[in-house]
């Protein structure tokens, strides 16, 4: 018998062979209904999966992550088998699950239109009443190319699982057989609500060089209530989308003549310095130097920090004077240089070092979005620079700040711990080291955390911040990472109390991430409604007449040498039409003028929020927002 631990640590016994689902069904309560794949030891496996030894065992429902990636592959295979039914020319590319749903990859000219997606939908509809039991086969690579002799993107997928000494399995649903790892729900009458959201062209493996092929996005829920609801949340993305309101309020432009290289607009860059001043005012409250170091540096440098071996095909590359330059993706070596500038004693430890600094990365252009995936961006490193024994506390230093920083914008959060990767360098030992140190800081402050296995740096451990906007959606955005690794790799020393030589330990952080992507993220946060004191513009100031325009210019003088950003909208319009029109711009507060105003040196005050708040003193305004300004207040 097999000693199988379930969630709470239950141990139950079953046969050896005994499946993922009879385990399910065993449990009894309808669980094998709702169970959409297993989690044995740590790894996602298919409900047909046949438990051979003592193991952990999580049965995943549409409420795990996992359980929501089997569902949208099922949904996946089904939206081909539609495709391959209405039309049987189709070539079939690849159909992952992806955040929020699905999208298969199809070769078929034309491409597909909407009132294609409309077919779709309603041969997909077909499929799920037909309730297609959905089974799983491997066979050998000679059988396998065979069966896919008609299907050249899946004989690619073959002869590449092969090489790799992979089973080749299959998964058929009535007619259709599709290559694929699973996994699947046991049959297509699961999927009980979807929808194809969206259709365009993409490359195959995302190379520009090969082919274009037409993607078909779609979603789908156990419950036709969770799928309104889903449809609901994307229509508020779309009302906040980044692009849409970078564009109407002005910030930034994405232009042709610099894909992912975004242009900063005279209000773009209030509120990136915005954000700059606040961000330099945090870290000297925690002690940190700024610094800055060059965008463009030699191949040696980036041969002797591994990053030219381990990530040189997102790095741009130049020759100067033959030899060979990389411009930085990261601004860690440059960190490192500026500490090795001196020598260090025990006692200059911690040195937190922080900088703003402008990296560029190589992404390929169907992956580019906005501000949130872009080519050249600022990442608001820090470099610590540390003894053993003071990792603890600095990772919870730096947990602590980040913590105040999410805090200030409203913004929950979620923390993972990302493990030693495949591709890593340097002595496990010291990866263990640091993998528990940062499990322990976090688990002494209090903090809830997932393990994310084997998506640490390839050069140590980290810990990753994970944001939740006002719609539910997460973005990752804050890292800290452990390093042991660089600093033997670049010989950096200290000397300790007993006069010797010692290497330091490193910490990488970050906060907001890349500037232009937390900036992408606020936007869709706030939907463009920024707080007062992150906003471009923060009072419209608009006199009824031109006999109000000169104390109107008085009130636009005061506000503005009290350190406010005002706009005076002196145009020949009604009053109605410019406070419409502030609003659309998302301004905080409109300060209308007339006679009375005028005579008692008041503001009528309207705020954007709260509408209406009448008439007061301008020094009593002034004081209100100063201290709302002051207080970050959202």
């Known amino acids: 018998m097999l ?9 139950r016994q079953f046969e050896p062979g005994t499946t993922v689902l009879d385990v399910a069904k065993s449990l009894g309560g309808g669980l094998y209904k709702q169970v959409t ?20 065992l ?12 089997a569902f949208w592959h099922t949904a996946t295979h089904i939206m081909a088998q539609a495709v391959k039914r209405l039309y049987p020319e189709t070539k079939l590319a690849i159909g992952p699950a992806i955040d929020g749903g699905f999208y298969y990859d199809f070769d078929r000219k034309p491409a597909f239109s909407p009132e294609d997606l409309e077919k779709i939908e309603a041969e997909m509809q077909k499929i799920v009443k037909e309730a297609l039991p959905i089974e799983r086969f491997t066979l050998p690579v000679d059988q396998a190319l065979e069966l896919m002799k008609d299907e050249p993107y899946k004989q690619e997928l073959i ?60 979603t789908a829920f156990p419950k036709a209530a969770q799928l309104e609801e889903h449809l609901q949340r994307i229509e508020e993305a779309k009302r906040r989308d980044h692009r849409k309101l970078g564009k109407e309020l002005e910030l930034f432009a994405l232009l042709d003549e610099g894909p992912g290289f975004p242009f900063w607009l005279p209000k773009g860059m209030v509120l990136k310095n915005q954000l700059m001043e606040y961000w330099r005012e945090v870290h000297t409250r ?31 590359t130049t020759v100067i004077d033959d030899q060979d330059f990389a411009i930085k993706p990261m601004n860690c070596p440059g960190g490192i240089l500026i500490y090795k500038q001196k020598p260090h004693s025990y006692k200059d430890l911690p040195l937190r070092m922080a900088e703003v600094g402008l990296v560029h990365r190589h992404e390929m252009s169907g992956a ?69 140190a940062l499990r322990e800081a976090i688990t002494e402050l209090g903090k809830d955390f997932v393990i994310n296995e084997g998506d640490g740096a390839f050069y140590g451990p980290k810990l ?33 109390p007993d006069n010797q030589k010692h290497r330091p330990i490193m910490i990488h952080r970050v906060a907001f991430g890349s500037i232009e992507r937390f900036i992408g993220i606020l936007i869709e946060h706030f939907a463009g409604a920024f707080p007062l004191w992150l906003n471009p513009v923060q009072v419209a100031v608009i006199p009824i007449g031109d006999a109000h325009l000169d104390y109107a210019k008085q009130v636009v003088d005061q506000l503005t040498k009290a350190g406010m950003r005002v706009k005076l909208d002196d145009r020949n319009e009604k009053v109605g039409y410019k406070i419409r029109e502030a609003q659309v711009q998302k301004i905080n507060y409109m300060l209308v003028i007339g006679d009375r105003e005028m005579e008692n040196g008041q503001v009528a005050v309207r705020s954007r929020k709260e509408g209406d708040k009448g008439a007061v003193k301008v020094e009593e305004f002034l004081a209100s927002a100063l201290e709302e300004i002051r207080t970050k207040a959202l």
């Open 464 to 496: 990753d911040f994970h944001l939740e906007d006002c719609i539910g959606r997460t973005w990752q955005c804050g890292t800290i990472q452990l390093d042991f690794q660089l600093p033997e790799r670049f010989e950096l020393e200290y000397t300790g």
């Open 37 to 56: 794949c297993g989690m044995v030891d740590g790894e996602v496996v298919d409900l047909r999966y046949p438990l051979q030894k003592d193991c952990e």
């Open 58 to 69: 999580i049965l995943c429902t549409f409420e795990d992550e996992a359980g929501k990636k």
């Open 159 to 218: 002869k590449e699982h092969a090489a790799a000494g992979e089973e080749i399995s299959f998964y058929r649903q009535g007619e259709f057989t599709d290559v694929c790892a699973g996994p699947h729900l046991t049959d297509t009458g699961k999927v009980k609500a979807f929808k194809l959201t969206a259709t365009n062209a993409a490359y195959w493996r995302g190379d520009q060089n090969n082919q274009t092929l037409s993607r078909i996005y779609g």
């Open 3 to 11: 000693n199988i631990t379930l969630k709470g640590g239950t141990v």
């Open 368 to 436: 580019l979005h906005g501000l949130m995936r872009v080519r050249c961006f600022n990442q608001d490193d820090a470099h610590i620079f540390m003894t053993r024994d003071q990792i603890k506390d600095e990772i919870k230093n730096v947990v602590s700040l980040i913590d105040e920083v999410y805090t200030t914008f409203g913004f929950r959060y979620h923390i993972e711990l990302s493990t030693m990767p495949e591709d890593h360098m340097g002595d496990e030992a010291d990866w263990e080291i640091a993998t528990n």
């Open 286 to 316: 925690w002690n940190y130097v700024e610094v800055s170091t060059p965008i463009m540096l030699s191949r040696h440098l980036w041969e002797t920090s591994g990053h030219w071996y381990h990530y040189k095909d997102n790095m741009y």
